[in-house]
């Protein structure tokens, strides 16, 4: 009977493991891409930024990595000194695995690249993000930016951390990040006149495990319950 019960024991807690595991998909050592690792220059169409195993993808428009200080031809926003992407004349930005497997994205940070300082208190529009998942189903998420401040310029916000991650976004195989702005008919667009620019920094990553993971722990749920149903016997 000690046996019997070790064993149902262990099944148990290998049963757990793989409702957390498909609950949960990402089980595997986190990514934290903050673009230091990056060459800062522009970054043209079809160039790609590889960090930590994933690649960032220009789409459209044009970018660069590189910190607030360098913005030229825009009004970088306030409260990051360090190197970050910066997206601009509605460009996009795809991010993927470089070996091709799935991943959850956790959370980012993100603000409103503005052409130059505006007035206090304008809300210039919001962060969007075009993911397609591994049964190849489509997420869309808006995000929106924080109004400028009292000086004319944006700040990054965070969405979603490691602590509190955000929904849904499990289970991926890429992701498009772009910006949409308001237009005159008060919806957010992009394309809209080049005016769809964005900053991103600090995104929180994690590869899920391969499928094959979790199909052998599910055939050794299978052999545990074998091996109870003997016992029991």
Not at 22 to 38: G, N, R, Y
Not at 69 to 86: D, L, M, V
Request: proline share 5%; charged share 15%.
């Amino acid at each position: 009977m000690m046996k019997q019960y070790g064993l149902r024991k262990a099944l148990g807690s290998a049963a757990a493991a793989l409702v957390l595991g498909l609950s949960f998909p990402a089980q595997a050592a986190l990514s934290h891409v903050d673009f230091e690792s990056a060459e800062p220059r522009l970054y043209f169409e079809q160039e790609a930024i590889v960090e930590d195993g994933f690649a960032f993808s220009v789409l459209g428009g044009f970018g660069a990595v590189d910190t607030a200080g360098s913005c030229f031809i825009a009004a970088c926003p306030a409260g990051n000194e360090t190197r970050f992407y910066q997206g601009f004349n509605d460009g996009h930005l795809s991010l993927a695995r470089t070996d091709g497997l799935s991943f959850q994205l956790l959370g980012f940070d993100a603000a409103f690249l503005a052409p130059l300082p505006l007035d206090p208190l304008v809300e210039a529009g919001a962060m969007r993000l075009h993911a397609v998942d591994v049964n190849g189903q489509h997420i869309d998420r808006t995000f929106l930016f924080a109004p400028s401040g009292e000086d004319g310029l944006f700040s990054f916000t965070q969405h979603g951390s490691l602590e509190q991650p955000l929904g849904g976004m499990g289970w991926l195989q890429s992701v498009e990040f772009y910006a949409c702005t308001w237009d005159a008919d008060g919806a957010c667009s992009n394309p809209n006149e080049n005016l769809g620019q964005f900053a991103l920094d600090n995104l929180v990553l994690q590869p899920v495990p391969e499928p094959a993971t979790l199909g052998l722990l599910a055939l050794g749920l299978g052999g545990l319950a074998w091996r109870v149903r003997r016992v029991a016997v």
